[in-house]
């Protein structure tokens, strides 16, 4: 946002004030100042006026002028297009120091041109350091001020002036004008802001009579119209400057004027030519509708009716998003001028994910980061410019207002002085935020009050932002610092606590040789189906998958273990421990978190003194798991229910937990192993959800400082009845000072009997266990498997 103190001093005075401190206090309170610079024309450039222009005898391209300076006339050679009599115009004298050429420093100097003498140089806009504003000299007007001849310009403010070019963030779309950044700097001085006057109208015909509004379903935006008859164009010379230097300078007269109103006040601008052929006035009355377009954004239509009467609408603009461009045409000229305003969250959201292709930038730069809503200050603005012009001014408008409801904020002075840090004093803060333009409404508690934004401030939604509009006009430099205080926060959260567990886990599979290994989780359908794994359901399959090869989610993370298995054993590796923690999704796609292991052909490779090596089995493979996710039971997996065709028919089992069944381990099935090139291997995949608890639910226990005794027994029992059946009966009848029961061997008696031997494990927490205490409990033990499962002692 480039700013010049000549605009500022529009809406503002500025008398009196330092300009540094005004730099100073902008970037103080968030405009921050970018790049500061300065006009100033060179000396020995003045105010002159051609007289005559007549063609240079030796060269077509060339004019002869007599110029005069007030003081004397001098014979200047021109070679500008535009240069012509009774015309102002800025005139280097000899020895002048002009910012151009080589090294940007070119002197001015009498001299012969094709045998014409010229004593010195008109100017153009660029020759004279400015922006380019035409393709020839600098034409003067009285926009600047007085036209004095032989005045230099640097004594015009307008050429002798600093400018600022400000950092706006995205949410001060107030300050994307003059007018708003006027405010801040008025807030900060309790200067007043100027008032707009209204131009009053050149004739009493009223718009009414010409021009008729007509809105369609709910509008968002609200409009304001104006008729105006402009007799004579071109744009004033400060207004051009100013457009210059911010790069919005125009060829059309009109789109200049309205440029500039929206760079003064923030107000959008569209004006419509009553002579075009879209709106076709013909003396008849225009009608303008406002409705949703095929985008769904609010638009403004004209409506024709030929004299069939049959009628046509033709699109205009987008409100908030376009700008309708006029047709280049001979002055006079009628024009009805627009004035718009839309929500800037609202056009946002429209916007969207829409091709902007099609759009005005600069217009959705502006809505979207939100306009000035007061509208006749707007329009009031622009008709003032235009009456430099010769123009008539049609009485009356046609408007379209929406009216928004008013933003209340209820604040706490206390929570504005804990936000800052330091106590503001409730005086202060009301001042900041009346001279800042919010309405403040007290209540009967003293510590209360509402406070409402005004309605240009868009960015302004909450208490927070409040709390900074105050801390803004404080000053950050005027915060007293306070020691920074460390607070321990507890870091037990579910998500922290789960974390820490699975990292226990992994840590504990790594600690046991096992190598962690990640895959995808997507898989290959035909392959998990060959496997007799479920896939997704059809309609929950993957309607775009990465490629074909993985075209559904995995419900196992086996089939990539194996995988790996695979290569590794290709590698030469003939001992390999992976494991791996991930997702894995069911049928419906609901995913489940699981830990998978496998280990292939050696626990130990052949090393000295094993030469052999150390080949894996089934108990030496399910202890080596109890050492990471802990102890656990086992089953016998039923001939019914095998989960998929990795299981072995008689090396496996469900993995128990608590009686609750969390996964399977087994010896991989000979014809899958055989598929994979593999030998040996066995594997495990549990769920990890019953291994992972919270660290609430654990308990400590006292534990025994008596001996612990052993006693064996060897019974006989029925071929077909798992140990598993014995020791979930043995658990449940809660046996005195019983630690641990365990089998220690187990053959056949005969065709229908097997004989097995069980360990007991006593202690008691109160006192030395004595023979009689133990062989009494040996007995329950008896008679309970006895009852239960018909066994006897094998004597």
């Given at each position: 946002?480039?700013?010049?103190?000549e605009?500022?001093?529009?809406f503002?005075?500025?008398?009196g004030?330092?300009w540094?401190?005004?730099?100073t206090?902008?970037?103080?309170i968030g405009?921050?100042v970018e790049k500061?610079?300065?006009?100033?024309?060179?000396?020995?450039?003045?105010?002159?006026?051609v007289?005559k222009?007549?063609?240079?005898?030796?060269a077509?391209?060339l004019?002869?002028c007599?110029?005069d300076?007030?003081?004397?006339?001098?014979q200047?050679?021109?070679?500008a297009?535009?240069?012509r009599?009774?015309?102002?115009?800025a005139l280097?004298?000899?020895?002048?120091?002009?910012?151009f050429g080589?090294?940007k420093?070119?002197?001015i100097q009498k001299?012969?041109?094709?045998g014409?003498e010229?004593?010195?140089?008109l100017c153009?806009?660029?020759?004279?350091?400015l922006?380019k504003?035409?393709?020839g000299?600098?034409?003067?007007?009285?926009?600047i001020g007085n036209l004095?001849l032989?005045?230099?310009?640097c004594s015009y403010?307008v050429f002798h002036?600093?400018?600022?070019?400000?950092g706006?963030?995205?949410?001060r779309g107030?300050c994307l004008?003059?007018?708003?950044?006027?405010?801040?700097?008025a807030?900060?001085?309790?200067l007043i802001?100027?008032n707009?006057?209204?131009?009053?109208?050149?004739v009493a015909?009223?718009v009414?009579r010409?021009?008729?509004i007509?809105?369609?379903?709910?509008?968002?935006?609200?409009?304001?119209?104006r008729?105006?008859?402009i007799?004579?164009?071109?744009t004033p010379?400060?207004?051009?400057?100013t457009?210059?230097l911010?790069g919005?300078y125009?060829?059309?007269?009109v789109i200049?004027?309205m440029?500039?109103?929206t760079y003064?006040?923030g107000?959008?601008?569209?004006a419509?030519?009553?002579?075009s052929?879209?709106?076709?006035y013909n003396?008849?009355e225009v009608?303008?509708l406002?409705?949703?377009d095929e985008?769904g954004?609010?638009s403004?239509y004209?409506?024709?009716?030929?004299n069939?009467?049959?009628?046509?609408?033709?699109k205009?603009n987008?409100?908030?998003?376009n700008?309708h461009i006029?047709q280049?045409?001979?002055?006079?000229?009628?024009?009805?001028l627009?004035a718009?305003?839309?929500d800037s969250?609202y056009?946002s959201n429209?916007?969207?994910?829409?091709?902007?292709?099609?759009f005005?930038?600069?217009?959705?730069?502006?809505?979207?980061?939100?306009t000035n809503?007061d509208?006749e200050?707007?329009?009031?603005?622009l008709c003032?410019q235009?009456?430099?012009?010769?123009i008539?001014?049609?009485?009356g408008i046609?408007?379209i207002?929406?009216?928004?409801?008013?933003?209340?904020?209820?604040?706490?002075f206390?929570?504005?002085?804990d936000c800052?840090?330091?106590?503001?004093?409730?005086?202060?803060i009301?001042?900041i935020?009346?001279q800042?333009?919010?309405?403040?409404?007290?209540t009967?508690?003293?510590?209360?009050f509402i406070?409402?934004p005004?309605?240009f401030r868009n960015?302004?939604?909450n208490r927070q932002d409040i709390?900074?509009?105050?801390?803004?006009?404080?000053g950050i430099?005027?915060?007293v610092?306070?020691p920074?205080?460390?607070?321990q926060?507890?870091q037990n959260t579910?998500?922290?606590?789960l974390?820490?567990?699975?990292?226990?886990?992994?840590m504990?599979a790594l600690?046991?040789?096992?190598i962690e290994c990640?895959h995808?989780?997507?898989?290959?359908?035909?392959?998990?189906?060959?496997?007799?794994?479920?896939?997704l359901h059809e309609e929950?399959a993957?309607?775009?998958?990465i490629?074909?090869?993985?075209d559904?989610?995995r419900?196992s993370l086996?089939p990539?273990i194996l995988e790996?298995?695979?290569?590794?054993?290709r590698?030469g590796y003939e001992s390999?421990?992976?494991?791996?923690i991930?997702?894995?999704?069911?049928?419906?796609?609901d995913?489940s978190l699981?830990f998978?292991?496998?280990m292939?052909d050696?626990?130990?490779p052949?090393t000295?003194p094993?030469?052999k090596g150390?080949?894996v089995d089934?108990?030496s493979?399910a202890q080596?798991?109890?050492?990471?996710?802990g102890?656990?039971?086992?089953?016998?997996?039923s001939s019914?229910?095998i989960?998929?065709?990795?299981?072995?028919?008689?090396q496996?089992g469900n993995?128990?937990?608590d009686?609750e069944?969390?996964g399977v381990i087994?010896k991989?099935?000979?014809?899958?192993a055989?598929k994979?090139s593999l030998?040996?291997v066995?594997f495990?995949?549990?769920?990890?959800?019953p291994?992972?608890?919270?660290?609430?639910?654990?308990?400590?226990h006292?534990f025994?400082?008596?001996?612990?005794?052993?006693?064996?027994?060897t019974?006989l029992i029925a071929?077909g009845?798992n140990?598993?059946?014995i020791k979930?009966?043995?658990?449940k009848?809660?046996?005195k000072?019983?630690?641990?029961i365990f089998?220690?061997?187990i053959f056949?008696?005969n065709?229908?009997?097997?004989?097995?031997s069980?360990?007991?494990?006593f202690?008691?927490?109160e006192?030395?266990?004595?023979?009689s205490?133990?062989?009494?409990?040996?007995?329950?033990?008896?008679?309970m498997l006895?009852k239960?499962?018909h066994?006897?002692l094998?004597?």
């Open positions: 946002m480039i700013v010049t103190y605009d500022l001093k529009k503002i005075h500025l008398d004030i330092e540094s401190k005004v730099v206090i902008l970037s103080s405009l921050e500061e610079s300065f006009i100033s024309i060179p000396k020995n450039v003045i105010v002159a006026k007289l222009k007549y063609q240079h005898p030796n077509d391209r004019n002869v007599e110029v300076t007030g003081k004397k006339i001098l200047i050679v021109c070679g297009k535009n240069v009599a009774e015309q102002f115009v280097a004298l000899p020895d002048a120091l002009l910012p080589k090294n420093a070119t002197i001299s012969e041109i094709r014409v010229s004593n010195g140089m153009s806009s660029i020759e004279l350091g922006p504003i035409n393709d000299i600098l034409e003067l007007d009285s926009s004095i032989g005045k230099e310009l403010p002036q600093p400018i600022l070019e400000l706006i963030t995205p949410n107030d004008s003059v007018l708003g950044v006027a405010r801040d700097i807030s900060i001085f309790h802001i100027k707009i006057i209204p131009v009053e109208p050149s015909l009223g009414g010409f021009l008729q007509v809105p369609h379903g709910e509008l968002h935006s609200s409009l304001l119209y008729l105006v008859e007799k004579e164009a071109y010379l400060s207004i051009a400057l457009l210059g911010i919005k125009n060829d059309d007269v200049n004027f440029q500039y109103t003064m006040t107000v959008l601008f569209n419509y030519a009553m002579d052929k879209e709106v076709s003396g008849k009608r303008l406002v409705k949703n985008n954004l609010e403004v004209a409506e024709i009716k030929d069939n009467k049959n009628i046509t609408t033709y205009l987008e409100i908030g998003a700008f006029l280049k045409h001979d002055y006079p000229r009628t024009l009805i627009e718009s305003f839309i969250e056009i429209k916007l969207y994910g829409k091709n902007k292709t099609n005005n930038h600069e217009i959705i730069h502006h809505s979207t980061r939100g809503p509208l200050l707007g329009m009031s603005f003032e235009l009456s430099a012009l010769k008539m001014l049609y009485s046609q408007e207002i929406r009216a928004k409801e008013p933003t209340n904020i209820h604040m706490t206390g929570y504005i002085s800052i840090g330091n106590n503001v004093a409730k005086e202060e009301a001042l935020l009346k800042l333009n919010f309405r403040i409404q007290a009967c508690d003293e510590n209360f406070a409402q005004p309605a960015d302004i939604k709390a900074e509009e105050v801390l803004r006009f404080c430099d005027k915060i610092s306070k920074y205080t460390i607070q926060v507890t579910p998500a922290y606590l974390h820490k567990q699975i990292k226990t886990l992994r504990k600690g046991n040789g096992y990640v995808y989780i997507f898989d290959n359908t035909k392959v998990l189906n060959d496997l007799g794994f479920e896939t929950k993957l309607i775009n998958p490629t074909s090869e993985l559904t989610l419900p086996l990539h790996t298995l695979k290569k590794n054993k590698y390999i421990k992976v494991f791996e991930g997702h894995v999704y069911n049928t419906n796609r995913s699981k998978a292991c496998a292939s050696y626990l130990m052949p000295y094993n030469t150390i080949e089934f108990f493979f080596n798991i109890s050492q990471i996710i102890h656990f039971d086992c089953s016998n997996i019914q229910f989960p998929n065709k990795l299981i072995h028919p008689y496996s993995i128990l937990k009686g069944k969390i087994s991989l099935h000979p014809n899958i055989k994979y030998d040996s066995f495990c995949e549990v769920d990890l959800a291994l992972l608890y919270n660290n609430e639910n654990k308990k400590a006292d025994s400082k008596y001996q612990a005794n052993k006693r064996d027994l019974i071929k009845i140990f598993s059946a979930l009966e043995l658990d009848s809660h046996l000072n019983v630690k641990e089998p220690l061997d056949s008696e065709d229908s009997t097997n004989a097995l069980i360990r007991l494990i202690q008691s927490s006192s030395t266990l004595n023979e205490q133990m062989q009494e409990t040996l007995q329950q033990v008896l008679d006895e239960k499962f066994a006897k094998k004597v």
